[in-house]
């Protein structure tokens, strides 16, 4: 027996080593000092597989009843994941209700949509614009198990659920879908902006037009009031014109039923902005003056200040976020060319 026990601890020690490697996650944030990484629901833990997945996924117009609609049509990289339309139509024809946000550092977002403050998470929320009816965007309401089938004949489709949710032997449908969508659209960080440079102390990443927008944005016109954080949007839901324009959009009013919040709009993300023109829940401002303009008396800017913020704006734009190859559309899946 007394020999016998160091072979038992070493048995032992062999076990707790491979739980222990079975349970570490392959995926580790790299965040600049200071940011902290984003809430992750803890039934859809991170993983490179999962990327993988949800990546492939978002490019895939099958999630549309006509196959002719991806999360990629509305969410274009090269307009910071916006799509440069005021609003985007359906799979049948039907107008869209709001601008389509963009998604660079969506995984910090409190509330994801514009109007519903109950919307919490890249789980729920995707399954607005796949199965939604108010307005139909995808079309999938009803033929959600069609997504299964489709998915279900492609092999390599099979491997990767089955590599992405080994717990759930590879289950395709909704749920499994939504949360590889999720993964992927977390990874989706914009860090390397003029203005990240600038604040690491490279004076000289911002023009001298761009940082005396940045003292007006965070001083005397109030910008920051609202636009605050590192992702520039406190997450909060705010007016900015009067209410009674707002009637065809009650935005916040249309959940709580209260007057007080009609025309109140979750305050959008700032990060690549110049990109992901025109403006607004609605896409009524053309351009970033129009937009500032558009906040009448809750932004304090005269007219002569209005280059300089604009400027200051520009400077959030990331070139590499919007080449970055991890976020575009696949060119391989499970070895082969696709």
């Not at 079975?22 to 984003?38: E, I, K, M, S, V």
């Not at 949710?165 to 989706?188: H, K, S, Y």
């Not at 992702?231 to 909060?236: I, R, T, V, W």
């Not at 209260?258 to 700032?270: E, H, I």
Request: aromatic share 8%.
């Amino acid at each position: 027996m007394t020999r016998a026990a160091p072979n038992i601890v070493l048995l032992v020690g062999i076990v707790l080593l491979a739980c222990a490697a079975a349970t570490r996650p392959d995926w580790h944030w790299r965040l600049p000092p200071g940011w902290t990484p984003p809430p992750v629901p803890a039934d859809n833990p991170m993983s490179a597989t999962k990327i993988a997945l949800g990546r492939r996924l978002f490019y895939n117009a099958d999630l549309s009843i006509d196959g002719s609609m991806a999360c990629a049509t509305c969410h274009e990289q090269h307009h910071g994941f916006s799509d440069g339309n005021a609003t985007h139509s359906g799979v049948h024809g039907e107008p869209g209700r709001r601008n389509v946000p963009a998604l660079a550092n969506v995984a910090w977002m409190p509330s994801l949509t514009w109007g519903d403050p109950r919307v919490r998470t890249l789980e729920a929320q995707l399954l607005i614009p796949i199965a939604g009816t108010h307005p139909v965007e995808m079309g999938m309401n009803g033929h959600e198990d069609e997504i299964a089938e489709r998915l279900g004949t492609d092999d390599c489709y099979r491997r990767m659920f089955r590599a992405a949710f080994p717990a759930r032997d590879g289950a395709i449908d909704m749920t499994t879908v939504a949360d590889a969508l999720a993964a992927f659209e977390r990874t989706l960080i914009s860090d390397h902006a003029p203005y990240d440079a600038w604040r690491a102390g490279d004076a000289a990443a911002l023009s001298p037009l761009a940082r005396r927008g940045a003292r007006l944005f965070f001083g005397p016109a109030g910008c920051a009031e609202c636009h605050a954080g590192p992702n520039f949007s406190d997450g909060a839901f705010h007016a900015i014109a009067p209410a009674q324009s707002h009637a065809a959009d009650r935005g916040l009013g249309e959940i709580t039923g209260r007057a007080s919040d009609d025309g109140r709009f979750r305050t959008p993300g700032l990060r690549n902005v110049a990109l992901s023109a025109p403006y607004l829940h609605d896409g009524s401002a053309p351009t970033l003056r129009d937009a500032i303009k558009a906040h009448g008396e809750v932004a304090r800017v005269p007219e002569n200040d209005l280059p300089a913020l604009t400027a200051f704006l520009a400077g959030l734009t990331d070139p590499r976020f919007v080449q970055d190859t991890r976020f575009s559309l696949p060119d391989y899946a499970c070895g082969k060319r696709l």
